[in-house]
């Protein structure tokens, strides 16, 4: 299975653990309010063995409230442009606007990272356009309305059938399919037994032969009763159920120190059966 940039061939012999640099307002222990702090806190990501970036400048929490693209900019760019130039690691951007995805991949960015799951003609024009891996997420709704009352006759069979009519029309419209990874979207748009539901199904989800990324770092889901952090290693134990299955190719998490010394140690295992 091949995931590639318009930089290089990402190496998924063994899961790739994806750090979260949130630069918004409410980051504090997922990036910072500012350029010097986001920075400052992809770097530890990197010490603590993130393979992988993903830098995003606009909440996607349950109700959060879009902010316009050149806010976004402001926020993503000059991180994006401070950190080329002095790690080997690939960029990703998080974010649902053609704009700024254009501008992150022109900085330095390698993948984009859609919520929206390149709905957005426009989206799907940078990916064609700039050769940038992608990852497409399955979301019901918008940030602002997903949690509202979110439906599935069988949410498995949905999900599936989503990344099949995604792959078909991103392929038609010339996206090269070794760019492309799908993201269940766990918490977007789903009630906590549609999360287990998935997580549960995950070997169903690649059914068109592309790599899987995971998100379920310190979801509400795995905890309502305690505090982000608190989720940590139910979130570390979902990350390795998707893994061991075969399933997941891609972690994305807060606590990247935690996840990376589990994928390590499940790797060992698995290296030496």
Same mark, same amino acid.
């Given at each position: 299975?091949?995931?590639?940039?318009?930089?290089?061939?990402?190496?998924?012999?063994?899961?790739?653990?994806?750090?979260?640099?949130?630069?918004?307002?409410?980051?504090? #222990?997922?990036?910072?309010?500012?350029?010097?702090?986001?920075?400052?806190?992809?770097?530890?990501?990197?010490?603590?063995?993130?393979?992988?970036?993903?830098?995003?400048?606009?909440?996607?929490? &349950?109700?959060?409230?879009?902010? $316009? $693209?050149?806010?976004?900019?402001?926020?993503?760019?000059?991180?994006?442009?401070?950190?080329?130039?002095?790690?080997?690691?690939?960029?990703?951007?998080?974010?649902?606007? &053609?704009?700024?995805?254009?501008?992150?991949?022109?900085?330095?960015?390698?993948?984009?990272?859609?919520?929206?799951?390149?709905?957005?003609?426009?989206?799907?024009?940078?990916?064609?356009?700039?050769?940038?891996?992608?990852?497409?997420?399955?979301?019901?709704?918008? $940030?602002?309305?997903?949690?509202?009352?979110? =439906?599935?006759?069988?949410?498995?069979?949905?999900?599936?059938?989503?990344?099949?009519?995604?792959?078909?029309?991103?392929?038609?419209?010339? +996206?090269?399919?070794?760019?492309?990874?799908?993201? &269940?979207?766990?918490?977007?748009? =789903?009630?906590?037994?549609?999360?287990?539901?998935?997580?549960?199904?995950?070997?169903?989800? #690649?059914?068109?032969?592309?790599?899987?990324?995971?998100?379920? #770092?310190? =979801?509400?889901?795995?905890? =309502?009763?305690?505090? $982000?952090?608190?989720?940590?290693?139910?979130?570390?134990?979902?990350?390795?159920?998707?893994?061991?299955?075969?399933?997941?190719?891609?972690?994305?998490?807060?606590?990247?120190?935690?996840?990376?010394?589990? +994928?390590?140690?499940?790797?060992?295992?698995?290296?030496?059966?």
């Amino acid at each position: 299975m091949e995931w590639r940039s318009h930089v290089r061939k990402f190496d998924l012999t063994r899961p790739l653990v994806m750090g979260i640099v949130n630069v918004t307002p409410d980051s504090f #222990s997922d990036g910072g309010r500012d350029t010097e702090a986001a920075v400052g806190h992809a770097l530890k990501l990197i010490d603590d063995g993130a393979d992988i970036l993903d830098i995003g400048g606009e909440s996607t929490r &349950p109700g959060a409230q879009p902010v $316009p $693209p050149d806010v976004e900019l402001r926020r993503v760019i000059p991180v994006i442009e401070r950190l080329v130039a002095r790690i080997q690691i690939p960029i990703s951007v998080d974010t649902s606007k &053609p704009l700024v995805a254009r501008a992150a991949v022109a900085a330095g960015a390698e993948i984009i990272n859609d919520v929206a799951g390149l709905r957005d003609t426009g989206m799907v024009e940078v990916v064609r356009s700039t050769g940038a891996a992608c990852i497409v997420m399955h979301m019901q709704g918008t $940030p602002v309305t997903m949690q509202d009352d979110p =439906k599935y006759d069988d949410v498995v069979a949905e999900v599936r059938s989503y990344f099949l009519d995604r792959f078909q029309s991103l392929s038609r419209d010339g +996206v090269a399919p070794e760019r492309i990874m799908f993201d &269940p979207g766990i918490g977007f748009g =789903k009630r906590s037994h549609h999360n287990w539901q998935l997580i549960a199904g995950l070997s169903q989800l #690649s059914g068109c032969g592309r790599p899987l990324c995971l998100g379920v #770092s310190r =979801k509400g889901f795995l905890g =309502k009763d305690r505090a $982000p952090k608190g989720r940590m290693v139910a979130g570390i134990a979902v990350a390795l159920h998707g893994i061991a299955r075969n399933s997941v190719q891609v972690i994305r998490t807060h606590d990247v120190r935690e996840t990376r010394d589990a +994928v390590d140690a499940w790797y060992q295992i698995e290296a030496n059966q």
